[in-house]
């Protein structure tokens, strides 16, 4: 066999090579970009999911006014007595981020009578009838700031609450100032609460109130 030749059959053989190395890095390639993909596609279709999961997840909660022992078994709440907030999950379980209080209101316990004379509506023609619709009123509706948020006791935010679980949040000082004659009768909060510890958190609107709160009627 002829110099020639056996160069011929090495220059083929180094083609050949050549092309199986092109076919499979460009395998490789392909395959690492179809795996990319899936991963891409994996990790939107979990995301989809989890916001599917959370839209379709009943979640319930129950708020409470904290008394302290201060206080008559059966007595509307008293502003002074109140010690925190009791917020209880009532339904799935979820992870609790914090919990914000929006307002509150109280009604006062005096008669009509009393009440008029009290606020000043005596001699401007307002009769006791009158008088005694607005004691129902929750007025004023005093507003925290957003930025106003309790902070759990015994627990480290975010805390996961299981069905029927609960987790109080608590305050120095007095919570809820409301005027002599008057009794506590309606809070509103907002729960920010997720499906886990890390995500952003959704928002769920609270409210408690008495009986002689005008949400009751």
Not at 68 to 93: F, H, W, Y
Request: glycine share 6%; hydrophobic share 40%; no cysteine.
């Amino acid at each position: 066999m002829s110099q020639a030749t056996v160069a011929i059959i090495a220059n083929l053989a180094l083609v050949g090579v050549t092309a199986i190395y092109v076919y499979v890095t460009f395998g490789m390639g392909r395959s690492a970009r179809d795996s990319a993909r899936a991963s891409v596609a994996a990790a939107q279709f979990a995301a989809r999911s989890a916001q599917v999961a959370l839209a379709t997840l009943e979640v319930n909660f129950t708020i409470q006014p904290r008394r302290s022992d201060e206080d008559q078994q059966g007595e509307a709440p008293s502003s002074r007595n109140l010690t925190g907030v009791l917020l209880t999950s009532t339904a799935s379980n979820v992870y609790v981020h914090r919990m914000r209080i929006d307002s509150y209101g109280y009604v006062s316990s005096l008669d009509p009578e009393t009440w008029a004379r009290q606020y000043g509506l005596q001699g401007q023609g307002v009769t006791g009838q009158e008088a005694n619709i607005a004691v129902a009123q929750d007025l004023p509706i005093v507003r925290y700031d957003h930025t106003h948020t309790f902070r759990a006791t015994g627990a480290t935010l975010p805390v996961l609450l299981h069905r029927s679980e609960a987790v109080e949040f608590m305050e120095e000082g007095d919570l809820f100032p409301t005027p002599d004659g008057s009794r506590f009768s309606i809070l509103a909060a907002t729960v920010f609460y997720g499906l886990d510890p890390d995500s952003a958190p959704r928002e769920r609107f609270v409210i408690w109130h008495t009986s002689d709160s005008l949400v009751a009627e």
